[in-house]
């Protein structure tokens, strides 16, 4: 069975301190990956996708960026935090044919101090 | 561009009340859509999906349907329990890349 693992759960930063957000899934081959943020009263927003390795696409304008260095692996990231980066993060995988059913992973709650 | 819209936003219940939440969008060129659960501080749990070809889904106590050309769907949770208390999320998927547009979710608490 496929299985979406994000770390770290939780993180405070300073503003203007950099970012790095994991996210991994077991299970399954050529994925699509998908980052999203959930910020306290504005519902979930698509940040990044990602169709295959390398493959990003940008839906938000915004300091944050993403990468995928292997077909399983996806990552967010900012040089510069800034408080409006505050919120909980979800990484989603579906399998981009068919039904494109969509997973969540656990989600890391960031918090830009 | 595509909106969704859930509605109510917070919903109270006595245990044991069937009870349906509602879910509209603005483009009914969709793909599918995907009801989901989250609890507080979690991630989401998929609940149903349903196909754009398709008119209604069931799990155990769960049924959704889809109507495309009014842009609406519902989900019917039948029987409610304390443990359905939680945040429903409507998501619609308009396109090949499988990109998601989420409504604000409605918040359900069912009182013993």
């Known amino acids: 069975s496929q299985t979406i693992h994000q770390w770290p759960a939780t993180l405070v930063q300073p503003v203007g301190s950099p970012l790095s957000l994991e996210c991994t899934v077991e299970?399954?081959?050529?994925?699509?990956l998908y980052w999203y943020r959930q910020a306290a009263g504005r519902g979930l927003q698509l940040l990044f996708y990602?169709?295959?390795?390398?493959?990003i696409s940008s839906e938000v304008p915004q300091n944050l960026s993403a990468s995928r260095p292997q077909d399983r692996q996806f990552i967010l990231s900012s040089k510069k935090l800034l408080l409006s980066d505050s919120g909980f993060y979800l990484c989603a995988w579906s399998t981009g044919i068919g039904k494109h059913e969509q997973y969540f992973g656990p989600g890391t709650r960031l918090t830009v101090t | 561009k595509q909106e969704v819209t859930q509605i109510p936003a917070a919903l109270s219940v006595p245990e044991g009340e069937n009870l349906v939440l509602n879910c509209s969008f603005t483009?009914?060129?969709?793909?599918?859509l995907q009801w989901f659960r989250q609890d507080p501080g979690k991630g989401l749990t998929s609940l149903l999906l349903?196909?754009?070809?398709?008119r209604e889904q069931t799990s155990g106590r769960l049924n959704a349907s889809l109507d495309k050309s009014s842009g609406r769907s519902t989900l019917y949770i039948a029987a409610s329990q304390p443990g359905d208390s939680a945040t429903y999320l409507c998501a619609v998927d308009s396109g090949n890349t499988g990109k998601l547009i989420f409504g604000q979710g409605t918040t359900l608490q069912v009182k013993p």
């Open positions: 299970g399954t081959s050529n994925p699509n």
């Open positions: 990602s169709v295959g390795i390398g493959q």
């Open positions: 349903i196909q754009s070809s398709q």
């Open positions: 483009d009914s060129a969709i793909y599918n």
